[in-house]
């Protein structure tokens, strides 16, 4: 049991570290401006192209340092993480958790892998059964983390700290951190993070634009609470764009 919530956890600070991602959105497009200013012989659609290629690929380097980001958000993910390190060579599966918001299969390959680590789970004689108002509850023993199968078929992550993550069918991942921050990854190339005092940054990596209608973006839904484990946290509500 052990071993499959590890993954969990280590799904969970993944998540988080998507925050940099969208955090970091601005930054590609004002060094590109820069870029083609010193560059007079660039085309307009040359410019473009670099554009979106550097707005890309700043968001893949992010993207995949999701753990080192994540211990600045989560510290219990964090700890879960670290814990599972050592077990690597005995996890199926956590070297292929998916790291690249960028990737259009992004939010699938993330629900296959809580697919499967749950039922992995599923086979634990040590995994805590229970239920709550969205569906069934596997806890890991020692407390740190549980995770909802529900009855609509999303994966919903608690951890023993409040923060959390929901992975809906059609690819949807949202985490909150225990601040209060959220990240949210969508199938449409939408990324959007908040962090814990309401700003915004919200980025497109399927068309490299960049949006600042925060009032227009909606909180994601708060779950429902999980046996002795605290309250899940609710997400702040956007109130800025984010500076950078």
Same mark, same amino acid.
């Given at each position: 049991?052990? !071993? =499959?919530?590890? &993954?969990?956890?280590?799904?969970?600070?993944?998540?988080?570290?998507?925050?940099?991602?969208?955090?970091?959105?601005?930054?590609?497009?004002?060094?590109?401006? /820069?870029?083609?200013?010193?560059?007079?012989?660039?085309?307009?659609?040359?410019?473009?192209?670099?554009?979106?290629?550097? $707005?890309?690929?700043?968001?893949?380097?992010?993207? =995949?340092?999701?753990?080192?980001?994540? @211990?600045?958000?989560?510290?219990?993910?964090?700890?879960?993480?670290?814990?599972?390190?050592?077990? !690597?060579?005995?996890?199926?599966?956590?070297?292929?958790?998916?790291?690249?918001? #960028?990737?259009?299969?992004?939010?699938?390959?993330?629900?296959?892998?809580?697919?499967? =680590?749950?039922?992995?789970?599923?086979?634990?004689? @040590? $995994?805590?059964?229970?239920?709550?108002?969205?569906?069934?509850?596997?806890?890991?023993?020692?407390?740190?983390? /549980? &995770?909802?199968?529900?009855?609509?078929?999303?994966?919903?992550?608690?951890?023993?700290?409040?923060?959390?993550?929901?992975?809906?069918?059609? +690819?949807?991942? *949202?985490?909150?951190?225990?601040?209060?921050?959220?990240?949210?990854?969508?199938?449409? +190339?939408?990324?959007? %993070?908040?962090?814990?005092?309401?700003?915004?940054?919200?980025?497109? &990596?399927? #068309?490299?634009? *960049?949006?600042?209608?925060?009032?227009?973006?909606?909180?994601?839904?708060?779950?429902?609470?999980?046996?002795?484990?605290?309250?899940?946290?609710?997400? &702040?509500?956007?109130?800025?764009?984010?500076? %950078?």
């Amino acid at each position: 049991m052990k !071993k =499959t919530m590890a &993954v969990l956890s280590l799904s969970l600070a993944a998540t988080f570290g998507l925050a940099a991602c969208s955090s970091n959105a601005k930054a590609p497009a004002e060094s590109q401006s /820069a870029s083609a200013s010193a560059s007079a012989s660039a085309s307009a659609s040359a410019s473009s192209n670099a554009s979106a290629t550097a $707005t890309t690929s700043a968001a893949t380097s992010a993207s =995949t340092s999701a753990s080192a980001s994540a @211990s600045a958000h989560a510290n219990s993910s964090s700890s879960s993480a670290k814990a599972s390190e050592s077990q !690597k060579g005995g996890l199926s599966g956590a070297s292929s958790m998916p790291t690249d918001a #960028t990737d259009s299969s992004y939010g699938p390959k993330v629900y296959e892998h809580y697919k499967e =680590t749950v039922e992995e789970a599923k086979k634990d004689h @040590s $995994t805590k059964r229970t239920t709550n108002t969205e569906g069934n509850v596997y806890a890991d023993p020692d407390g740190s983390i /549980a &995770v909802v199968e529900a009855k609509n078929g999303s994966y919903i992550s608690i951890e023993n700290d409040g923060s959390w993550v929901r992975v809906t069918p059609e +690819g949807e991942v *949202i985490a909150v951190t225990e601040k209060g921050g959220w990240a949210a990854v969508k199938p449409n +190339g939408e990324i959007i %993070n908040v962090d814990e005092n309401g700003a915004a940054s919200i980025m497109n &990596v399927k #068309t490299s634009e *960049i949006s600042d209608d925060y009032q227009s973006l909606e909180v994601p839904k708060t779950p429902a609470p999980v046996g002795d484990f605290p309250a899940p946290k609710t997400p &702040v509500k956007p109130t800025s764009m984010a500076v %950078n």
